[in-house]
T-cell receptor, first 114, second 112 residues
Framework: DTGVSQDPRHKITKRGQNVTFRCDPISEHNRLYWYRQTLGQGPEFLTYFQNEAQLEKSRLLSDRFSAERPKGSFSTLEIQRTEQGDSAMYLC????????????FGSGTRLTVV | ELKVEQNPLFLSMQEGKNYTIYCNYSTTSDRLYWYRQDPGKSLESLFVLLSNGAVKQEGRLMASLDTKARLSTLHITAAVHDLSATYFCAVDVTSGTYKYIFGTGTRLKVLA
């Protein structure tokens, strides 16, 4: 296992379309996190999973956003009815349970809404 | 609400010089992380600081944590061009969640 994988790397979509991103964490990691990073800012927490359970969601995650981790392995983040303000880098990270020693981040998916 | 502030936000320095980046945070935590990000890339873990007085060093970078002052520093010794990147500190304040609040980053440019 070579790390956290995210797909696609880049996505350009028209406003109003739905998009879905995928994250494959490190296989032995049971915690998975989604963050969003806009240009010139630090990453902002969106949500996290412990195995298949989604345990916390940020208020940044409006009802247009949904995340799943159906079998406790890969995760998807869907954005419905995209808006220009959704343009950002979406980062996935994983850690072992009790991940006090930090996360491993994926390469991210850069979303551009035109 | 927790705030994590870094300064400076931008730093341009000559090769061979020393400098320090500061990370202040507004609530109690004894877990602080430093990451590096190259343009268009993801975040690479640099240091994990887990107690008051913790000091970690790797190459030309050294990080420290003072939980009483709610301050972490990232010291750069004899900078080289390859250190040019954006550096983020992140604080974990939610026991058991390991949810991080990131600073706004310090964009470092080392001039040859």
């Amino acid at each position: 296992d070579t790390g956290v994988s995210q797909d696609p790397r880049h996505k350009i979509t028209k406003r109003g379309q739905n998009v879905t991103f995928r994250c494959d964490p490190i296989s032995e990691h049971n915690r998975l996190y989604w963050y969003r990073q806009t240009l010139g800012q630090g990453p902002e927490f969106l949500t996290y999973f412990q195995n298949e359970a989604q345990l916390e969601k940020s208020r940044l995650l409006s009802d247009r956003f949904s995340a799943e981790r159906p079998k406790g392995s890969f995760s998807t983040l869907e954005i419905q009815r995209t808006e220009q303000g959704d343009s950002a880098m979406y980062l996935c990270a994983s850690s072992p349970s009790g991940g006090v020693y930090g996360y491993t981040f994926g390469s991210g998916t850069r979303l551009t809404v035109v | 609400e927790l705030k994590v502030e870094q300064n400076p936000l931008f730093l341009s320095m000559q090769e061979g010089k020393n400098y320090t980046i500061y990370c202040n945070y507004s609530t109690t935590s004894d877990r602080l992380y430093w990451y590096r990000q190259d343009p268009g890339k993801s975040l690479e873990s640099l240091f994990v600081l887990l107690s008051n007085g913790a000091v970690k060093q790797e190459g030309r970078l050294m990080a420290s944590l003072d939980t009483k002052a709610r301050l972490s520093t990232l010291h750069i010794t004899a900078a080289v061009h390859d250190l040019s990147a954006t550096y983020f500190c992140a604080v974990d304040v939610t026991s058991g969640t390991y949810k991080y609040i990131f600073g706004t980053g310090t964009r470092l440019k080392v001039l040859a």
